[in-house]
Nanobody, 121 residues
Framework: QVQLVESGGGLVQAGGSLRLSCAAS????????MGWFRQAPGKEREFVAL????????YYADSVKGRATISRDNAKNTVYLQMNSLKPEDTAVYYC??????????????WGQGTQVTVSS
């Protein structure tokens, strides 16, 4: 089992920045790719970014490419998502997940409880 706890969400004005954190505990954190997903009201959960567990390669959704940076600190068992130039359409609950290195939510067996990000215009 892997337990994941997100933090860092909040209310921010358009154009602002947030850094989300995801602290992991339990089974070996370094064995999994780590992903960030988000879900807005009435919409399906969508992929935001992921970082692989061996090479640390990163992948981003087109909607956040150039504005988001995912990173991981294996010593601290923590993954981060830095979001810049935030837009109102970035408003969603953001989830951290541990699993395989794909953008498909179904390939991630472990999920955090989510953290709300609200971007005001």
């Amino acid at each position: 089992q892997v337990q994941l706890v997100e933090s860092g969400g909040g209310l921010v004005q358009a154009g602002g920045s947030l850094r989300l954190s995801c602290a992991a505990s339990g089974r070996t954190f370094n064995s999994y790719a780590m992903g960030w997903f988000r879900q807005a009201p009435g919409k399906e959960r969508e992929f935001v970014a992921l970082i692989t567990y061996i090479s640390g390669r990163t992948y981003y959704a087109d909607s956040v490419k150039g504005r988001a940076t995912i990173s991981r600190d294996n010593a601290k068992n923590t993954v981060y998502l830095q979001m810049n130039s935030l837009k109102p359409e970035d408003t969603a609950v953001y989830y951290c997940a541990a699993g395989s290195d794909t953008g498909l939510p179904k390939t991630y067996p472990y999920w955090g409880q989510g953290t709300q990000v609200t971007v005001s215009s």
